[in-house]
């Protein structure tokens, strides 16, 4: 659907233009301004959609988009991960930060800053790249109008399918990153936390948490990315005086962030129990994600809820918003928010012609 969209609006273009400079041979004013306006498509698109540049690329912008928003948030994140494995100590998200500056110093804010920038780039390297492979892929096997009909369906299993692949890399680094920032004392750098971690526990333990961590992040990513598409198709349907088409690529970027951050605040909200688990499962050797969820309880499992809302709004809308600016720096093809197939529409209105 997606590349059928993209090359559909090439050849409206190239067709226009011929059959422009044909009409109007006697008139050399149209002709440079038409001609002027293919030229300016052209230059706006750096490679073709679906390529493996294209692709690669867009990998790229999700190793930027989310190595940098994770990395930034690194201090709001270290107190929610405390929030969850010891909510006695730290009670809420003002308490943890006046308790873990009081007790380490402001130094402490920044524990994992390492693993962190390390693993979600990588994760989102499979994140935002497979995605875009998955998406391209699952449409072509639907097909153009079954495509566009379960449009939210292919944005659920084309974002699950990445998100699978991208949380193997992301793992390894998440386990070290919790064990730093929930045991004070236990290592201060990466550089001796991974031979420290993987004394105790072995090659395993780095992977302990990825059944959890999927539990997390699937979901996460499922809403981050079908709420998003779908949000970014509304507001331009309902909210945003004007085509997509007639908008700068400033105010684009505006609708970008709106979206992301609507979408952050629901993957928040859902993935936030098994957020819980794996912080709790990676602070402590051995135990499984069943254990630390009892030991949680119910309430437990919500501990942490605000933080991770503010740090995880911000954060997806900050990642959109980078990876879109990823895309309109290089110049690289966005084709606008999907509508109806032409043969659809046909479709549509001699069944209605029958009818009346």
Known sequence: MFRHVYESVKTNSSVTTGSTRSSNATDPVPVRQFSAAVTKVEEETSCEFGSPKFFALCGFGGILSCGITHTALVPLDMVKCRIQVDPGKYKGIVTGFRVTVAEEGVRALAKG???????YSVQGLGKFGFYEIFKNLYSNLLGEERAYTYRTSLYLAASASAEFFADMGLAPFEAIKVRIQTIPGWSTTFRTAVPRFYGEEGLRGFYKGLPPLWCRQIPYTMMKFACFERTVELLYKHVVPKPRSDCSKAEQLV??????????????????????????????????????AKELGWAGLWKGLFPRIVMIGTLTALQWFIYDS????????????????QSMKDRLRAQEAKSD
């Not at 709106?258 to 605040?265: E, F, K, N, P």
């Open 113 to 119: 800053w390492a693993p962190t920038a390390f693993g």
């Open 255 to 292: 609708v970008t962030f709106i979206a992301g951050y609507i979408a952050g605040v629901f993957c928040a909200i859902v993935s936030h129990p098994a957020d819980s688990v794996v912080s709790k499962l990676n602070q402590s050797e051995g135990g499984g994600a069943y254990s630390a």
């Open 326 to 341: 990823v895309k309109v720096y290089f110049k690289l093809p966005r084709p606008p928010p999907p509508e109806m197939p």
